[in-house]
Nanobody, 129 residues
Framework: VQLQASGGGLVQAGVSLRLSCKAS????????MGWFRQAPGKERAFVAG????????FYADSVKGRSTISRDNVANTVNLLMNSLIPDDTAVYYC???????????????????????WGQGTQVTVSS
């Protein structure tokens, strides 16, 4: 299984950024997906999650209202659109695939790193003030 994240970069506060994650080697439409981020000196933190069908989405409070997670089950991609970026969004962003196929979880389960078994290599997002 490979998860290839892209779309990061150095941006100014207030702009939008779209991260993308291309999956290969797994039956992508069967698995929920998540985005996490890790800032220097901090633990990896949940950002957003989406069910295998795309019907349900979940967000961390820190990004709720200014972020949208979506997926394309034909192209095997999961995307994260982040608007109104702030310096606190600076981190390495990781996509991950869930361990259990065709499962529906609550928001707390999406937020746990143990819910996921495959992780991408990460893409750096740096927001300058």
């Amino acid at each position: 299984v490979q998860l290839q994240a892209s779309g990061g970069g150095l941006v100014q506060a207030g702009v939008s950024l779209r991260l993308s994650c291309k999956a290969s080697g797994l039956s992508f439409p069967r698995y929920c997906m998540g985005w996490f981020r890790q800032a220097p000196g901090k633990e990896r933190a949940f950002v957003a999650g989406i069910s295998w069908s795309g019907k349900y989405t979940f967000y961390a409070d820190s990004v709720k209202g200014r972020s949208t997670i979506s997926r394309d089950n034909v192209a095997n991609t999961v995307n994260l659109l982040m608007n109104s970026l702030i310096p606190d969004d600076t981190a390495v962003y990781y996509c991950a695939s869930c361990r259990t196929p065709l499962a529906y979880f609550d928001s707390e389960t999406y937020s746990r790193t143990t819910t996921y078994d495959h992780w991408g290599q990460g893409t750096q997002v740096t927001v300058s003030s």
